[in-house]
């Protein structure tokens, strides 16, 4: 099969379309012949050398895909060859052929095409197990989210609202504030502009926010405790502004909340396989009903990765970015 190695780590010209062997499923997997992946920035981190894949995971990059079931492993049930599906992955994705344990398969909603479909896995995955699962984010309540207009930003507006929550985000300029807007954000902060803190207290008679779902680490450590409501929740899940500040603990204590930074990668697969029931569960149904949608910014060719990559370090982006097989 065709998929996209990485010889040496480097600038986006690092990825390298090749010729490579045909992955074989394992009990209790199957193999997917990819119709489109997601690109996500951990897969730039990993084209970097700085988040290598998971012990057993394959070694290309990948994080989610759409395609259709080629193969079936022992001991799989529920699932035949020729099912449409999406997945979430540990690696692999940017190929023609990728295994998968079964319970990080979903069926292509109703109503969604198979291409759109590899927009949805990491991001819902991601923004179910963290907002709500871990921060159990609740009806009235406010949800601050740091990069509003990103794939995993524009998923987190969309699921908040569904729920009843209100919604504050943060982008760079006033094309993306909009785009979060039309998805159902209240509060839009132009981060280059304005002070995130002074207008979520402001929006919320100065309670603040609920729970804040941050993609920066460092950089907005500080202020992301300030700007914390009462038992608010802080959940960190990238480092994209650095991994080391210093932590304001009397603060965080007389509001009585709480810093939590988690990965999705690195989960075993029962974890996985957990968050993964629960987005059926919850996210699905909505999704069919077409109250939640994937935004797609962009679409390229698996050989064209690298302007893929490129695209999305340059940040003009709204939503996903998809390599097509």
């Given at each position: ?202 929006a919320t008679g100065g309670a603040g926010a609920d729970v804040v779902l941050d993609n920066m680490g460092a950089k907005y450590l500080a202020r992301n405790v300030e700007v914390l409501a009462p038992n608010g929740r802080l959940v960190v899940i990238g480092l994209q502004g650095g991994r080391t500040a210093e932590l304001d603990l009397g603060m965080l204590l007389a509001k009585r909340g709480a810093v939590i930074a988690t990965s999705l990668r690195a989960r075993p697969a029962s974890e996985k396989a957990t968050i993964v029931a629960a987005v059926r569960e919850h996210v699905w149904p909505l999704v069919e009903a077409g109250r939640v949608r994937p935004v797609v ?29």
């Open positions: 099969m065709k998929a996209i190695t990485i010889p040496q780590p480097g600038d986006a010209d690092a990825l390298v379309l090749d010729e490579v062997p045909d992955p074989q499923p394992a009990a209790g997997e199957v193999r997917v012949r990819v119709a489109a992946a997601g690109v996500n920035r951990a897969d730039v981190m990993q084209r970097m050398g700085h988040y290598p894949p998971p012990p057993g995971a394959p070694e290309y990059p990948g994080l989610e895909v759409s395609g259709t079931i080629d193969a079936v492993g022992d001991g799989v049930e529920g699932w035949s060859v020729g099912d449409q599906v999406c997945a979430l992955l540990s690696g692999g994705g940017y190929a023609e052929l990728v295994c998968v344990p079964a319970g990080q398969l979903l069926p292509v909603p109703a109503g969604l095409s198979l291409e759109d479909a590899a927009a949805l896995p990491e991001v819902v995955s991601t923004v179910w197990s963290n907002v709500f699962m871990t921060a159990n984010l609740l009806p009235g309540q406010t949800l601050l989210v740091h990069g509003g207009s990103s794939g995993i930003g524009t998923m987190a507006i969309q699921l908040a609202r569904e729920v009843g929550a209100h919604v504050a985000v943060t982008a760079g300029t006033a094309e993306k504030l909009e785009a979060c807007r039309e998805l159902g954000a209240e509060v839009l902060v132009n981060y280059r502009e304005e002070d995130f803190v002074e207008r979520v207290r402001a910014h962009a679409r390229f060719a698996l050989a064209d990765a690298a302007a893929a990559h490129r695209a999305l370090e340059e940040s003009g982006h709204i939503g996903k970015i998809l390599l097509t097989t």
